[in-house]
């Protein structure tokens, strides 16, 4: 099996959030939840640079490590899921991450949390592959239709990458080589405790 | 001459024009054909290093997914892990373990004399009613509380996940919900009780003497020996710093970060397994390790001769007050057992 990943090249994304747009319109993502979303990091100086963030499905993910009900479980394609049914919206995993993931739709009154709400890297969730109750409550199951995830599958630049990780860090590598510079694979030394030798 | 100043202005601005024209074709000329736009690049390492997290600026309302990278939270994640569950277990079954061998060897602190057979208010309803209330909302909030940090440990193998995210999810609520009747019975059990529990020389020759229950001395104490003063302060202070930690984490990103909600955690996690076990030590005083000491805040009376062991001084004011034969009034409810 594959050890899908993600991989951003800063210095290909145009902040054009396409990315954010395609998850919400595939997924049918809650009011008020991005699943992924662009950050520019020294917006207008020389030098800034755009990455587009989501879950990274972690090795070892501190959100099922601190999950006080043990919801999380890591698919054969190591992509890191969650179940809703029983998730208690503690906001354990959101204190965690080290990627902002796990949002809570507002249930009720004060801050209570709803069913925590992730990037389930177009792999739905527990239920049954394709079924109505999986896209109802996790989206989008497009690994099991062989398709990645739509962010990146349609990314205009080529700038966010998914797939399996020894794969698209070669295509990173190449890209390092042939154009001269790379910022870096933003999350990888953080979410695998590796990163891209470029 | 106004002609002479217009045809030199018009001279100079040509000759100006063309030394820019000059000057700025061999500029162009010397573009580089490749930059590296990676020069002034914002570097990934850098930025954590010197921020401890990476931030910036995007399109969305939601400010908080500004933030893409804070890998402090695996600090986090080692006190929630290892380092709570530890602290947490030495706490509450030390206790335990030292107050069972306490048991062991002293037994019950039986009262001296035996029971006289006459009571003494010490308690009002209303005093009880804040108690009991308070400890209620404290008992339940503690099993609930523990619930989330060694559930998944005790109490999901055994019942499954299904029933166990149930039960959590109510845990969670109650947790959250009694938290206010007890913020309550904490501010009353300050204002109320504050006059006897100001600290005095008194508390000092009580704990040089062992509050009475090491050796055989019964020293004298007002409405509140020491040891009770400690519990009154220690429940004030912690009661104080679990709720308003606990509603910092009710309140998310009201005043605070990640970082913030982070600390708010550790503190009301560590403060909260240290509260339990001060609470099992106070549970057994009050009940199997001293004799008579229950009814006064069960029926809100003490024996007589319990009060003159435990707190002469208070009696005396008490008996000053109302007078020793309005005392003698009241019938125990439980027979005079006199002892040796």
Redesign the interface.
Known sequence: MARMKFLCDADRCIECNACVTACKNENEVPWGINRRRVVTINDGLPGERSVSMACMHCTDAPCAAVCPVSCFYTTADAVVLHSKDLCIGCGYCFYACPFGAPQYPRVGNFGSRGKMDKCTYCTGGPEADGSAIEYEKYGANRLAEGKLPLCAEMCSTKSLLAGDGDIIAQIYKDRVAKRGYGSGAWGWQTAYRETIAT | MAMVYARIRLVAAAIALLVLAAVATPVAAQQPN?V??????????Q?LEQFKR???????P?T????????E??Q??QY??VSLPWIGTIAMLGMIVLLLIFFLVRGMVRIKGGRSGVNIVRFTAFERFVHWMTATCFVLMALTGL???F??VAL?PLIG??A??KW??AA?YAH?FLSFPFTLGVIVIFCMWLAGNIPNGRDLAWFKQGGGIVGGDDPPAYRFNGGQKVVYWLVVLAGTIVAVSGYL??????GTT?AG??LA?MVHGTVAVLFVAAMIAHAYIGTIGMEGAFEAMGEGTVDLNWAKQHHRLWLEEEQGRVGPAELERQPSPRPATPRA
């Open positions: 490749s590296n736009p990676n020069a002034d690049a914002v570097k990934e390492q930025l990476i931030q910036g600026l995007g399109t969305i939601d908080k997914s500004y933030t893409i990278e804070q890998p939270g695996r986090w994640r929630h892990e619930n989330i940090t559930g998944k999901l996940p299904g166990f995210s959590s999810l969670k959250n984490l009710m309140f998310p990103f009201y990640i909600m982070q955690q």
